[in-house]
């Protein structure tokens, strides 16, 4: 039986992960929707860029710019008395990074499929814009919600070379299941190897699986 | 349309490949194919320039980390020598057939070294004395599981009766290039590192370094071997020759390590 310590860790980080993005993609991906400011492209492209960059290019970066002599770092040591890289909090705002895109496109297209009539209806009820949002919009996205969460947790499971980069491989601390994995690869342990590939690939499947049968229903209802 | 393209194409750039294959048949049609372990690439290439000078025939080296290289090799990569980071692998190919018998032998000795990229860094104190005392934040090594400068690193620290009470301050790169990144990036202010990465001919690092006794640790062999199918290829045998030579051997010292 593996050590089940870095499988504890992936599962704590993407749930932090995912439900920090929550609170900080829903405007930003609501904004996206809404927007018609030229600085849209820009802001769109900043959000996809962890989609095409190699990880060890972020993960390179974020160990630059989290170090202790670095403006953030130095700050973060300031401010908490801790290091950001190293520890648990440096990994979950390095996957806040990564895993942005997951959260935030399918959002984008649940709220841009909404279209302006339901909170134009709302409107006309006398409801606020924060109101219209909570009661109105939210409600209506809930498969784009369940998608986009369901996908940064995924994601966030299977993150490698950033914390590879920024985590310092501590046991119990930021040594997460896909290190395992790779560390288990180059001791030749094949068999353990297989074990942990073969449970993430199960469960990436499984989280596709689920994404496409959530669609699939959206689908038949409105079409 | 795209034929018309093709055939112009064909026209005008056969005349040149032509040319182009002239030119590389002179060196020979097949090259040496060297899996080097990253942290001697750089010597590597050194090497094999100086190979190709002396017989002509033409050497590709192909880095990446011991373990995956040797993963390749038993699915049958097309690699005539290995020249791995440390003794295990290359015995165990070896041991599994997949190496010539009586080939292998240890090219190069790895030294290890504390250092701290800041030259600042508590100038009034020994390295070795502020890894005593734990004066530091972090301490990057690479993970002795994968890399045999980890091991040295964590025998050095068992060594010196620090292993245990620095467990939570011993942060780890899973190579020792990684290891040094955390340490160049400040993020780690001291690591043990390879003297390779600091010593290279033409690069000059910055900061402070504790040139750790071998005594502290085994001895960080590094081990090559001919692969099974070059085991009867002239030009595979004369660089494994070749890279026992004294002359091969002051490169190799040249680029930080020792030899046995």
Same mark, same amino acid.
């Given at each position: ?131 219209? $949002? ?85 689908? $038949?209802?409105?079409? | ?260």
């Amino acid at each position: 039986m593996p050590d089940l310590g870095p499988l504890w860790v992936s599962l704590q980080l993407a749930f932090v992960t995912t439900l920090v993005l929550l609170l900080l993609g829903t405007p930003l991906a609501w904004w996206l929707a809404c927007t018609r400011s030229r600085v849209k492209p820009l802001v769109e492209a900043v959000t996809a860029l962890p989609l095409v960059l190699p990880p060890t290019v972020m993960g390179f970066y974020l160990l630059v710019f989290m170090a202790p002599n670095s403006w953030l770092g130095g700050l973060w040591i300031e401010v908490t008395g801790d290091t950001l890289t190293f520890s648990f909090t440096g990994l979950v705002v390095a996957s806040l990074f990564y895993s942005l895109p997951f959260m935030v496109q399918p959002l984008q297209s649940a709220f841009e499929s909404l279209g302006r009539a339901p909170l134009e209806a709302a409107a006309s009820l006398r409801a606020g814009p924060f109101d219209a $949002f909570w009661t109105v919009a939210v409600p209506q996205s809930i498969r784009g919600y369940l998608t986009a969460s369901v996908l940064t947790f995924a994601h966030t499971i299977g993150e490698f070379g950033v914390v590879l980069m920024v985590g310092g491989n501590i046991p119990g601390k930021t040594r997460v299941i896909a290190i395992d994995i790779y560390e288990q690869v180059e001791t030749l342990n094949y068999g353990k190897a297989h074990l942990l590939s073969a449970g993430l690939l199960l469960f990436s499947f499984a989280v596709l699986v689920f994404v496409y049968m959530v669609n699939r229903r959206a689908g $038949f209802r409105t079409g | 349309m795209s034929s018309v393209i093709v055939k112009f194409l064909l026209k005008r750039l056969a005349p040149a490949s032509v040319l182009l294959c002239l030119g590389c048949g002179g060196l020979g049609a097949d090259p040496l194919h060297v899996a080097v372990a990253t942290n001697f690439k750089p010597a590597a290439e050194r090497i094999a320039a100086l190979y190709r000078e002396q017989f002509g025939n033409d050497v590709q080296i192909v880095g990446g980390s011991s373990g995956a290289l040797y993963a390749q090799i038993v699915q049958g990569a097309p690699y005539d020598l290995f020249l791995s980071a440390d003794q295990a692998r290359p015995k165990q190919l070896e041991h599994e057939g997949f190496a010539c018998p009586n080939s292998r032998f240890a090219y190069a000795v790895g030294q290890l070294l504390l250092w701290s990229h800041n030259a600042e860094f508590d100038p009034d104190a020994t390295l070795e004395s502020v890894l005593i005392a734990g004066s530091f934040r972090f301490l990057a090594i690479a993970n002795p599981e994968l890399a045999p400068y980890g091991l040295a690193a964590e025998q050095t620290l068992q060594s010196l009766d620090l292993w245990e009470r620095l467990q939570d301050r011993v942060v780890m790169g899973q190579n020792i290039g990684q290891t040094y990144a955390l340490v160049a990036s400040g993020n780690a202010e001291l690591g043990l590192v390879a003297l390779s990465q600091l010593q290279q001919p033409g690069r000059r690092a910055s900061g402070r370094a504790w040139a750790v006794p071998q005594s502290l640790h085994k001895p960080i062999l590094q081990d090559a071997v001919l692969l099974k199918r070059a085991c009867e290829k002239p030009e595979a045998k004369a660089f494994l020759a070749f890279l026992r030579r004294p002359d091969a051997g002051a490169e190799i010292r040249a680029f930080g390590y020792g030899r046995n």
